[in-house]
Nanobody, 122 residues
C-alpha cells in the first residue's frame, strides 16, 4: 500500500485545513487508516483513526475540532481540521494497517506516507 498525503500549508490561528491521503496498490477498503503528527523534537503522536468498518477514534487534542473520513471508491482518507492553533503545527502522516483497530500505537501500522507540513502561525 502506497500512501501520499496532501493539503498541508500555512494557516492562521483559528483557521481550517483539509488533509488528504491517497492510497494505491491494494484493497483500500480493508485497511484501517489513521493520521499521526510529529512536531520538532517530539514523538510522533496519534491524531485520529478510522477503521475499515468506518468506526472513528480521536486523540483528546483533536476531539471537537478534527474530523476523519474515508472514501473507499476514491481510496482516500481525509482529515478536516478546524480551529487550528499554533500547537497543531507539525508534520502530519497518514498510516494504514490491515483490518486492525484505530489504535494510537505507531507500531500497529504497517504503511506510512511521507508526511505533509502544517504550520499554524499569524
Amino acid at each position: 500500500l502506497h500512501l501520499v498525503e496532501s493539503g498541508g500549508g500555512l494557516v492562521q490561528p483559528g483557521g481550517s485545513l483539509r488533509l488528504s491521503c491517497a492510497a494505491s496498490g491494494r484493497t483500500f477498503s480493508y485497511y484501517t487508516m489513521a493520521w499521526f503528527r510529529q512536531a520538532p523534537g517530539k514523538e510522533r503522536e496519534f491524531v485520529a483513526g478510522i477503521t475499515w468498518t468506518s468506526s472513528t477514534d480521536y486523540a483528546d487534542s483533536a476531539k471537537g475540532r478534527f474530523t476523519i473520513s474515508r472514501d473507499n471508491a476514491k481510496k482516500t482518507v481525509s482529515l478536516q481540521m478546524n480551529s487550528l492553533q499554533p500547537e497543531d503545527t507539525a508534520a502530519y502522516y497518514c498510516a494504514a494497517n490491515y483490518m486492525g483497530r484505530a489504535t494510537p500505537s505507531r507500531n500497529a501500522y504497517d504503511y506510512w506516507g511521507q508526511g505533509t507540513q502544517v504550520t499554524v502561525s499569524s
